[in-house]
């Protein structure tokens, strides 16, 4: 089966405490950190969007892809919810950015979070069924949450790219499987700034169900169980939510360590589980399986198992590693700058 | 007047309800009343439902009630006073059984709270209060209890220790409710720690927003007798009124709507308060237990919190208060809470109350008290073994 020949991932080097959002609404720091398991989360400063932070993740992957021609990409894909435009695709400018254009498919995806995992199936779906040799599936996004709304201590931004190919793969993609239920947990109608969600039912009802639906099916259909499994990648919306779900599909803390990036990356929607497997990669050895799932409200989920390649010690260190990004050259700022960083103070034009 | 039992009851599951619609948690509840009765057959219903149509948009409740429960043709009707709801349809079945006007008449409650969110919740029941005078000025209900809370404490001292005395209590009443929304012991160091609402209210302070139903069958005494089934008598009934606003009242550290309503219930029953063993009260706050127990003359003023410190009120107390659950860990969902709390007392009068919460020494006389709004309406029942 098809897999991944390179990638790549970014995140912005903002950052804001959860105690400075809290100081700004009254909101109780303490109890935030604890029941969301957040400390800070990446800010995208005013130049930077989906398309920007998906041309960095494409370069990285570029690199590590090595010998890729980007001219020999058929298609790409980036699934958001914040892409930048209502009408016109992010994907053109990434594809003109990285020098894929002219000859190549495009398309942007939208599913709430798993709006990227959508992305990379479906480019790895094209390369394994022949159409070309190379694809490319990119997660981005600039989160929206509403002012003082719990979502706003979490929405972040980042991304993650992934080109996909039949050789000299990174990681053999085992097997996928996708579930979906039509299920209203979270949305934002056309014209509105923020989602909205139904609290509790929003974890309960979507993202557990949703997340053991996807998990146990691929599992099942694998033969596979979690003690199989080096690591694991949930999708992310705040830091709880991963630590429960593993826990109770059976895996171990310390197989979602590597990937489990919200306690201090906030919840980057579509790049959440995405810029996890980064991460995770930047960290395995030939031979791991990994397991993943995404979450997108809605609501639906990809999950996907992976098997490293001996390239990884080839590859892994060719550019920046996705815990760097995190750890190196961070900048803290107050909430006034985040609320110019995120256009949050209305001007007359 | 004839003489009016209680000889079934059923409730549906409470908690966060998301499977199970509006009129679903009515038929569950329903149906397990009926079978748990005995009748083949209904007279009359009467649903206790305070915002059907701001909570799940669906008014014109006693008619899709009796529809999906199968009943269509049933003389059905909605009683609504706020969270009273429950406790007034028990009280129009009663009257319509003793009248002899019908002979088995179902007494419900239902809500289905957590189809809207959090705001939409505190704007719905709000409706309980004074909206010109209390709600477009800010007040919620958290708000109007907090202001009760504070007149309380100054005026006799009561503490935060003594309000979460009434949750830890109630929570370990209701862990023992299988029906109850969240079914866990808590501490006072878990209340006190707990987010602040409105001052002196914490979160645990607080009842919870609830989907939920609740029905009883009300009949006869020679029918109860026919069907074989354990029933007690409801002996007395009254209910009151008040200003329906906080600010008009004379005292806030007293409900006297329930007061009243006791009086009336009393009167009629040809009892007096030491008849009676145990009882179910409105704990919508902390703060509502105490004050209640105080109102209703069980506690001299300003005593009901140290009391329940000193554990009087517990189910092995000298006078076991809300062995439910009440409001706090069973939930709310208002318009059913009233028939909640006269299930809690038919149950522990027939020995069936479950999961090692029924009061010792088979008590032979029960008490509910369910209330409206910040205390403009109150209703009392007093039920005895048969």
New interface residues.
């Given amino acids: 089966m098809a897999g991944i020949v390179g990638y790549g991932a970014h995140v912005p080097r903002h950052r804001i405490k959860v105690e400075e959002i809290a100081k700004v609404w009254g909101a109780?720091a303490p109890?935030y950190k604890k029941g969301l398991m957040l400390r800070e989360k990446s800010v995208p400063p005013p130049d930077m969007d989906t398309i920007t932070l998906s041309v960095e993740a494409t370069r990285r992957a570029l690199i590590r892809a090595q010998n890729v021609d980007p001219k020999d990409i058929g298609a790409i894909y980036i699934g958001s919810e914040s892409h930048p435009y209502a009408v016109k695709p992010s994907g053109t400018t990434v594809a003109e950015a990285i020098g894929a254009t002219p000859d190549i498919h495009c398309a942007d995806f939208e599913f709430a979070c798993k709006a990227g995992s959508e992305a990379m199936f479906v480019a790895m779906s094209h390369v394994d069924a022949g159409h070309m040799d190379y694809a490319l599936g990119i997660a981005a996004d600039t989160s929206q949450g509403a002012p003082s709304d719990a979502l706003e201590f979490s929405a972040a931004a980042g991304a993650a790219a992934f080109i996909m190919g039949k050789e000299n793969l990174i990681a053999e993609c085992v097997d996928t499987h996708s579930y979906m239920t039509d299920m209203p947990d979270f949305w934002r109608r056309e014209h509105e700034f923020y989602p909205q969600h139904?609290?509790?039912?929003t974890g309960?009802?979507a993202y557990f169900a949703t997340t053991k639906g996807a998990s146990n099916a691929l599992l099942k259909k694998s033969g596979m169980k979690p003690a199989d499994f080096k690591y694991a990648i949930f999708h992310q919306p705040n830091g709880k939510f991963p630590q429960r779900v593993s826990r109770e599909l059976g895996f171990t803390q310390e197989q979602i360590d590597p990937g489990w990036l919200a306690p201090r990356l906030g919840n980057t929607y579509s790049g959440a589980s995405p810029i996890g497997l980064s991460a995770t990669l930047d960290v395995s050895d030939p031979g791991d399986m990994i397991f993943m799932c995404s979450y997108g409200s809605g609501a639906g989920a990809d999950s996907f198992i992976w098997k490293v390649t001996d390239r990884i010690n080839e590859v892994r260190d060719l550019t920046v590693r996705t815990h760097k990004l995190l750890d190196e050259n961070v900048t803290y700022i107050d909430y006034g700058t985040y609320a110019k960083f995120r256009h949050k103070i209305k001007k007359n034009y | 007047m004839r003489d009016v039992c209680i000889v079934g009851a059923g409730m549906s599951k409470w908690g966060?309800v998301?499977?199970r619609s509006f009129r679903q948690l009515f038929v569950d509840a329903a149906t397990a009343a009926i079978k748990d009765s005995g009748v083949d057959h209904l007279d009359s219903l009467y649903v206790g439902c305070m915002s059907g149509g701001l909570f799940a948009q669906q008014e014109h409740v006693g008619a899709i009630c009796a529809d999906y429960l199968g009943m269509a043709g049933l003389p059905a009707m909605r009683v609504e006073s706020a969270c009273a709801s429950g406790g007034m349809a028990l009280r129009a079945a009663f009257i319509e059984v003793g009248s002899g006007v019908s002979d088995i008449v179902m007494a419900s409650g239902l809500e289905k709270m957590?189809d809207v969110?959090?705001d939409g919740a505190t704007a719905a029941l709000a409706g309980a209060a004074d909206q010109e005078y209390e709600v477009f000025h800010g007040a919620t209900f958290p708000g109007l209890y907090a202001m009760m809370a504070h007149a309380h404490m100054a005026k006799y001292g009561t503490t935060s220790e003594m309000m979460a005395a009434v949750a830890v209590k109630n929570h370990h009443n209701g862990a023992m409710n299988p029906v109850a929304q969240y079914p866990f012991e808590i501490t006072v160091e878990g209340v006190l720690n707990s987010?602040m609402v409105a001052d002196p209210l914490h979160i645990l302070d607080c009842s919870p927003i609830t989907d939920g139903a609740a029905a009883a069958i009300v009949t006869t005494e020679e029918i109860a007798k026919k069907l074989g089934k354990p029933y007690v008598k409801i002996i007395g009934s009254g209910v009151a009124t008040d200003t329906i606003a906080l600010a008009q009242r004379d005292d806030m550290t007293t409900i006297k709507a329930a007061t009243i309503a006791a009086d009336r219930a009393f009167k009629m029953a040809g009892k007096k308060l030491s008849d009676v063993q145990f009882t179910e009260v409105h704990d919508c706050f902390t703060i509502s237990e105490l004050v209640i127990l105080e109102s209703l003359g069980l506690y001299e003023p300003g005593k009901a919190g140290p009391a329940t410190l000193a554990g009087e009120t517990a189910l092995d107390g000298k006078f076991p208060v809300n062995s439910s659950g009440g409001l706090k860990c069973k939930g709310h969902p208002v318009g059913a809470t009233g028939v909640a709390q006269a299930i809690e007392v038919f149950k522990q009068l027939t020995g069936q109350a479950e999961g090692g919460r029924q009061i010792p020494g088979s008590p032979k006389v029960g008490m509910t008290h369910n209330m409206g709004g910040s205390g403009a309406s109150s209703v009392v029942h007093i039920m005895e073994v048969a």
Avoid at chain 1, 198 to 201: K, L, N, T
């Fill in positions: 109780d109890s139904a609290g509790r039912f309960e009802e | 966060e998301w499977r957590t969110d959090g987010v």
